[in-house]
């Protein structure tokens, strides 16, 4: 019982992490990227740095959704074999 309490901990924790990074990681890089990259070093127009900015917040969004499906299957294989050994 207390094992399987430790990995539902470990699970939500994961899930909390991932939550929190699929919230602020896109938004920040979206506005950041907007004013300090496209508008401010390369000095493009604001209605092209909406558009590239959003690029980056996609492409953010996808990388994010790839490092959980990795840590989730790790975690899970890793479960999976820890509890084979019993």
Do not use: C
């Amino acid at each position: 019982y207390f094992r399987n309490e430790g990995s539902l901990t470990s699970t939500l924790r994961t899930l909390l992490f991932f939550t929190a990074l699929m919230i602020t990681l896109p938004v920040g890089l979206y506005f950041s990227s907007k004013a300090y990259v496209f508008e401010g070093t390369l000095g493009m127009s604001d209605r092209d740095s909406y558009f590239y900015a959003a690029i980056v917040a996609v492409v953010t969004v996808h990388v994010v959704l790839a490092l959980f499906v990795y840590v989730a299957w790790n975690e899970g294989s890793r479960q999976w074999r820890e509890g084979k050994q019993d």
